[in-house]
């Protein structure tokens, strides 16, 4: 095998890990989904091993910070035993926001794979790039697009559900009056 064909098959099975833990990542955002959250989810992966799991959860737990990325770094560093979590990717299924982008880099994680864009709240690509800001010493490697589809037909299937909910409620209320 020549060397570029080393690569290629490196690179694929790179693409293929990242597939198999983002799948992990949807499942979470299924379980936020079901609690009536935004569905996001996150899994962390260090040494090929989930070592944190976490979906949105701010209404249900009243917690304005319980967002995925936030619930599944604090579950990996209980884990492990260390609030660094160097090597490890986080894989979240909806572009990160101010937020949890600040917490990515005090948890020190090497990289972030992500599936659709936030073009509102998202600022890894979308509103801004805040991972290349200069003020940040330290850097982290970045992967979008895995598995985007799943991850915003979640969110959309979520958002109509919410939308038809309130116009059902606005309907009752005007027969109620
Ligand atoms: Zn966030």
């Known amino acids: 095998m020549t060397e570029q064909e080393q690569k290629a098959l490196e690179q694929k099975e790179r693409e293929q890990v990242d597939h198999d833990f983002m799948q992990l990542a949807l499942e979470q955002g ?8 935004v569905p996001v989810g996150a899994v962390v992966v260090q040494n090929g091993r989930v070592i ?10 009243l ?6 990325e936030v619930v599944a770094l ?4 209980k884990n492990i035993g260390n609030y660094r979590l160097t090597g490890a990717t986080l894989y979240v299924t909806v572009e990160p926001c101010t937020m949890c982008t600040g917490l990515l880099v005090h948890s020190r994680i090497d990289r972030l794979v992500y ?13 801004m790039c805040l991972l290349d800001s200069s003020f940040f010493n330290h850097k982290i490697e970045t992967r979008s697009g895995v598995l985007a589809e799943q991850a915003s037909m979640l ?3 979520f958002f109509k559900m ?8 606005k309907q009752l209320g005007a027969k109620g009056s």
């Open 52 to 61: 944190g799991r976490g979906y949105n959860q701010p209404i249900t737990s």
């Open 63 to 68: 917690d304005p910070s319980a967002h995925a």
């Open 74 to 77: 604090r579950d990996a560093a």
């Open 115 to 127: 599936g659709a864009t936030e073009p509102k709240a998202g600022v890894v690509e979308s509103a």
């Open 155 to 157: 969110m959309s299937k």
């Open 30 to 37: 299924q379980l936020a989904y079901d609690a009536g959250e």
């Open 162 to 169: 919410r939308r038809e909910g309130k116009k059902k409620l």
